[in-house]
T-cell receptor, first 114, second 112 residues
Framework: DGGITQSPKYLFRKEGQNVTLSCEQN?????MYWYRQDPGQGLRLIYY???????QKGDIAEGYSVSREKKESFPLTVTSAQKNPTAFYLC?????????????FGPGTRLTVT | QKEVEQNSGPLSVPEGAIASLNCTYS??????FFWYRQYSGKSPELIMS????GDKEDGRFTAQLNKASQYVSLLIRDSQPSDSATYLC????????????FGPGTRLSVLP
């Protein structure tokens, strides 16, 4: 059963703590993405990776870090430098084999920082 | 700055009617366009992709693309209460590789 998994579903942290969100896919997709969604807003790209061991900053990368050591995994760390980390975090993946490069999303992680 | 605009709604239609959702984009060179459905509290789900001018139909859904006018629309025929959700338009602009620019979404409410 192919798909994208994210864990945990809900995450609560205190200010000043780093937190790592998990994203795993078994779709054999080369590209993976992290987005952030705030209430009533569209998706904003944090980081993306097109191949293993390579990733690029998106529009709002400040305060976040990622790694891509395996094709299947693309974890996101929300650091204490992120000013407003409370949001809904979405991981997506896409195949590079042919256009139109459709992106498929995992179920998301809702992070609350107090 | 690449922009994708959608009417935030809510758009209310009676059950059984046609719902029409519109999206305009700023970059004339954009080639690929996508519609996602997002239920409250859930992640976006891909409904359709389109990259040629004209209509593309899939069941009750029809995507319409007009590159000259820089808009893409989604029609939902025989709307059902289960179609009530936020619909996100995404565009793949030139020079963005595989990355998308998302619109803010239109909230659709189908009234029984």
């Amino acid at each position: 059963d192919g798909g994208i998994t994210q864990s945990p579903k809900y995450l609560f942290r205190k200010e000043g703590q780093n937190v790592t969100l998990s994203c795993e896919q078994n779709l054999n997709h080369d590209a993976m993405y992290w987005y952030r969604q705030d209430p009533g807003q569209g998706l904003r790209l944090i980081y993306y990776s097109q191949i293993v061991n390579d990733f690029q900053k998106g529009d709002i990368a400040e305060g976040y870090s990622v790694s891509r050591e395996k094709k299947e995994s693309f974890p996101l760390t929300v650091t204490s430098a992120q000013k407003n980390p409370t949001a809904f975090y979405l991981c997506a993946s896409s195949s590079q084999r042919a256009k139109p490069y459709e992106q498929y999303f995992g179920p998301g992680t809702r992070l609350t920082v107090t | 700055q690449k922009e994708v605009e959608q009417n935030s709604g809510p758009l209310s239609v009676p059950e059984g009617a046609i719902a029409s959702l519109n999206c305009t984009y700023s970059d004339r060179g954009s080639q690929s366009f996508f519609w996602y459905r997002q239920y409250s509290g859930k992640s976006p789900e891909l409904i359709m992709s389109i990259y040629s001018n004209g209509d593309k139909e899939d069941g009750r859904f029809t995507a319409q693309l007009n590159k000259a006018s820089q808009y893409v629309s989604l029609l939902i025929r025989d709307s059902q209460p289960s179609d009530s959700a936020t619909y996100l338009c995404a565009v793949n602009p030139p020079g963005y590789g595989q990355n998308f620019v998302f619109g803010p979404g239109t909230r659709l409410s189908v009234l029984p």
